[in-house]
């Protein structure tokens, strides 16, 4: 019963599978946003201010989300996929963040350290 | 250009087995909780990586560093940054439209059997197409680092050279073996595509492979901002 429950409302996740020209828009603003950040190292004054890395990082993230949620399909898959990658993601980035926090990198950046 | 969507079951791991598959209790396929099972340990591995990266960055007494220049005390030679940012933003944009061709070959490979009626939607519906696509260009990108690498080694930074030699390799040697074993398998499905076509039924197979190549993608999307980009 439990399966049945599961497959159906997998099925109606289907439903709303992205099509072709949703691909083709993808990857037109994921080109469009890789073209902004490349941009945006070669401008003096925004690549000096302080916006510049989180910038970066935002729309590095967008991306990495647009992928994994569309090309990827986690979006309309089954949650206990999301979770499969989702923990160990959560658990690699808490890492990356806690090991460059014990380097001082982090706290420096952040002026938590003199 | 019409926007079909009729996924099959296969593909998302659900409904029956295909291939020797076996049924997990939720009724996913167990190839596919065994990816994503991968992949998330995968995004461990290279978090490490990265985080080995950062961490030494900025750390090399000598050069040549990633974005400054420096003059080697000992022999008087002016270094200039390493990193060559236009090879790599072009590879970057070559990686990003691998990842749409390996999606529209599994589009191509759900919907085999729709009917199609204009040279576009041919062109959509070919499997081989998308396949080969996504083939050339992680050669390409393949071949974008061999040129990185071969001019970095000429500019004077090996893996032994310094810290960012060391970790600089490592992190994106690493992801190049991925993609090489990307490509390979993508090579398997053509060969498959080739010798008895691959059908609906088959859409797992390829959604398996695209999930890794995608996998791939992401993990470049990270590296090529925190390594190349952020100075």
């Given at each position: 019963?439990?399966?049945?429950?599961?497959?159906?409302?997998?099925?109606?996740?289907?439903?709303?599978?992205?099509?072709?020209?949703?691909?083709?828009?993808?990857?037109?603003?994921?080109?469009?946003?890789?073209?902004?950040?490349?941009?945006?190292?070669?401008?003096?004054?925004?690549?000096?201010?302080?916006?510049?890395?989180?910038?970066?990082?935002?729309?590095?993230?967008?991306?990495?989300?647009?992928?994994?949620?569309?090309?990827?399909?986690?979006?309309?898959?089954?949650?206990?996929?999301?979770?499969?990658?989702?923990?160990?993601?959560?658990?690699?980035?808490?890492?990356?963040?806690?090991?460059?926090?014990?380097?001082?990198?982090?706290?420096?950046?952040?002026?938590?350290?003199? | 250009?019409?926007?079909?969507?009729?996924?099959?079951?296969?593909?998302?791991?659900?409904?029956?087995?295909?291939?020797?598959?076996?049924?997990?209790?939720?009724?996913?396929?167990?190839?596919?909780?065994?990816?994503?099972?991968?992949?998330?340990?995968?995004?461990?591995?290279?978090?490490?990586?990265?985080?080995?990266?950062?961490?030494?960055?900025?750390?090399?007494?000598?050069?040549?560093?990633?974005?400054?220049?420096?003059?080697?005390?000992?022999?008087?030679?002016?270094?200039?940054?390493?990193?060559?940012?236009?090879?790599?933003?072009?590879?970057?944009f070559v990686l990003l439209m691998s990842s749409l061709a390996m999606v529209?070959?599994?589009?191509?490979?759900?919907?085999?059997?729709?009917?199609?009626?204009?040279?576009?939607?041919?062109?959509?519906?070919?499997?081989?197409?998308?396949?080969?696509?996504?083939?050339?260009?992680?050669?390409?990108?393949?071949?974008?680092?061999?040129?990185?690498?071969?001019?970095?080694?000429?500019?004077?930074?090996?893996?032994?050279?310094?810290?960012?030699?060391?970790?600089?390799?490592?992190?994106?040697?690493?992801?190049?073996?991925?993609?090489?074993?990307?490509?390979?398998?993508?090579?398997?499905?053509?060969?498959?595509?080739?010798?008895?076509?691959?059908?609906?039924?088959?859409?797992?197979?390829?959604?398996?492979?695209?999930?890794?190549?995608?996998?791939?993608?992401?993990?470049?999307?990270?590296?090529?901002?925190?390594?190349?980009?952020?100075?």
């Amino acid at each position: 019963m439990a399966d049945h429950s599961a497959a159906a409302g997998h099925a109606h996740d289907e439903a709303h599978h992205p099509t072709w020209t949703t691909y083709w828009k993808i990857a037109v603003i994921l080109t469009v946003i890789t073209a902004v950040e490349v941009s945006a190292y070669y401008i003096p004054a925004w690549e000096a201010s302080w916006v510049y890395v989180p910038s970066m990082l935002i729309m590095s993230a967008v991306k990495f989300w647009i992928v994994v949620m569309y090309y990827m399909h986690l979006k309309y898959d089954h949650k206990l996929f999301r979770s499969l990658f989702g923990g160990p993601l959560l658990v690699a980035g808490l890492t990356l963040v806690g090991l460059l926090f014990l380097f001082s990198k982090l706290a420096l950046r952040l002026g938590l350290l003199s | 250009m019409t926007a079909t969507t009729a996924p099959t079951t296969a593909a998302h791991g659900d409904g029956h087995a295909h291939g020797g598959g076996h049924h997990t209790s939720l009724g996913l396929d167990n190839r596919k909780v065994a990816i994503w099972t991968f992949i998330g340990s995968e995004c461990m591995l290279f978090a490490s990586l990265i985080s080995t990266y950062l961490i030494y960055k900025g750390k090399s007494p000598e050069g040549p560093f990633p974005h400054d220049v420096w003059t080697s005390p000992t022999t008087g030679e002016v270094f200039k940054p390493i990193l060559n940012i236009p090879v790599t933003s072009a590879s970057t944009f070559v990686l990003l439209m691998s990842s749409l061709a390996m999606v529209l070959a599994l589009a191509a490979v759900q919907n085999r059997d729709l009917p199609k009626h204009t040279a576009w939607e041919r062109i959509l519906g070919s499997s081989k197409i998308w396949l080969w696509a996504t083939c050339l260009l992680g050669i390409a990108f393949l071949g974008c680092q061999a040129y990185e690498f071969t001019s970095f080694v000429h500019e004077g930074l090996t893996m032994r050279t310094n810290l960012f030699g060391s970790s600089f390799f490592t992190l994106t040697g690493f992801h190049g073996a991925h993609v090489t074993a990307g490509v390979l398998w993508l090579f398997t499905l053509l060969a498959i595509d080739y010798k008895r076509g691959l059908k609906p039924s088959d859409a797992l197979l390829v959604d398996i492979c695209a999930l890794y190549w995608h996998f791939v993608d992401v993990v470049w999307i990270a590296i090529f901002t925190l390594i190349y980009l952020i100075k």
